[in-house]
């Protein structure tokens, strides 16, 4: 079992930065995949970014490449988002999200992963 708790969502104006965290329970977390998703008022969520267990591969969706990174410190079961240059249509929950791995299935799917964390706001204003 993992559980998985963001932070660092709030009130930014368009251009700005946010950094969000997501910091993970249990011993074994550097053996999943990570990954982040928004949810738009009323709409599903859409996947953002994932890096896989080692940290050395990364999958950005085009809405936000070039503008937001994802990192992980194993060492302190954490992942991190850091947001640049937002735009007010970033306006979103913001999710957390970790995978076991599955073969067939589409890492940018919901799916593909088994653990999530309740979201943080992030609001970008004009």
């Known amino acids: 079992q993992v559980q998985l708790v963001e932070t660092g969502g709030g009130l930014v104006q368009a251009g700005g930065s946010l950094r969000l965290s997501c910091a993970a329970s249990?011993?074994?977390?550097?053996?999943?995949?990570m990954g982040w998703f928004r949810q738009f008022p009323g709409k599903g969520r859409e996947f953002v970014v994932r890096?896989?267990?080692?940290?050395?591969?990364?999958d950005y969706a085009n809405s936000v490449k070039g503008r937001f990174t994802i990192s992980r410190d194993n060492a302190k079961n954490t992942v991190y988002l850091q947001m640049n240059s937002l735009k007010p249509e970033d306006t979103a929950v913001y999710s957390c999200?970790?995978?076991?791995?599955?073969?067939?299935?589409?890492?940018?799917?919901?799916?593909?992963?088994?653990?999530w964390g309740q979201g943080t706001q992030v609001t970008v204003s004009s």
């Open positions: 890096i896989s267990r080692s940290g050395g591969s990364t």
């Open positions: 249990g011993r074994t977390y550097s053996s999943y995949d």
């Open positions: 999200a970790a995978s076991s791995g599955y073969y067939l299935r589409d890492p940018q799917s919901q799916a593909y992963y088994d653990y």
